[in-house]
């Protein structure tokens, strides 16, 4: 421009002093948009560079969140490239909050605080009567989930699995003549169901109150074998659980723009010759 400044302009954006002959800053800044905008260039020079530091970006003061993440100009960086690290940086950043969501959403573990307990086996082989059969199918069919769980204990104590497959090898009736007639079949078929019950019980007075014939690999009393459901989470619960999440993705976030300006733009870009 003939009204250019004999001694050139001073870009405002990077602080390099540029040739008068020259248009366009190495950063991206062109003069002509510049001064239709309203700047004025400063006509004298700006004292010699002492140091290489110098002739880094230098860094912009945006408060103490600019602080924070390393902020500093990167237009020495191509639009290209810039664009493509926002893009990573979006990329990372979703990762990182669905890896966090994925990892610690999950359900909470079957522990007795966090369940609750719709039936045992034996309290639902009582309740069906003496002419209902094996009840294990059934209990099974109606069941969510089935564990083992002691009647007493702590909230934090665990649901044990339960082999379904042993499970189902077992008989659970309330009838006694039916449970004896499974532990010894063909011996007593011919016996009515009171005469069998009565001389059971004239025997083994124990029986009186015993509803199943489960295998000892299942290692559990009919009691302790519980169907139940998981219980859901609770508001507070459940807001604590979203806090943390954006807390994580947020230090994620500020970790990676620390990198970018303070590794990619700090120490990638060219010096200033």
């Not at 497959?165 to 499974?182: H, N």
């Not at 519980?226 to 609770?234: G, M, N, T």
Request: aromatic share 8%; hydrophobic share 40%; net charge positive.
């Amino acid at each position: 421009m003939s009204d250019a400044p004999r001694t050139g302009w001073q870009c405002p954006s990077c602080g390099r002093q540029i040739p008068r002959n020259v248009e366009v800053c190495r950063c991206g800044s062109e003069r002509r948009r510049l001064e239709a905008l309203g700047y004025k260039f400063d006509t004298a020079p700006p004292p010699p560079a002492t140091s290489a530091a110098t002739r880094r970006p230098r860094l912009e003061h945006h408060g103490p969140a600019a602080s924070l993440i390393g902020y500093r100009i990167d237009t020495d960086l191509s639009a290209g490239w810039r664009a493509v690290l926002k893009v990573l940086f979006a990329a990372a950043v979703v990762a990182a909050g669905w890896t966090t969501v994925h990892f610690t959403h999950r359900p909470p573990a079957p522990t007795r605080g966090n369940i609750q307990v719709n039936a045992t086996l034996e309290g639902y082989t009582r309740s069906a009567g003496p002419n209902a059969g094996n009840t294990i199918p059934a209990f099974l069919a109606s069941a969510t989930a089935v564990g083992v769980l002691a009647p007493a204990g702590t909230s934090a104590d665990p649901v044990r699995s339960i082999n379904e497959s042993e499970l189902r090898q077992g008989f659970c009736s309330k009838s006694i003549a039916a449970q004896v007639r499974r532990e010894y079949p063909g011996y007593y078929d011919d016996w009515p169901d009171d005469k069998l019950e009565h001389t059971v019980l004239d025997k083994y007075p124990e029986y009186v109150d015993r509803v199943c014939v489960l295998s000892t690999r299942l290692d559990a009393a009919p009691g302790e074998i519980i169907a139940y459901e998981l219980q859901p989470r609770s508001l507070l619960s459940l807001a604590g659980l979203w806090l943390r999440t954006l807390l994580i993705t947020m230090v994620f976030a500020v970790a990676c723009l620390n990198f970018y300006y303070r590794g990619v733009v700090g120490r990638l870009v060219p010096l200033e010759g």
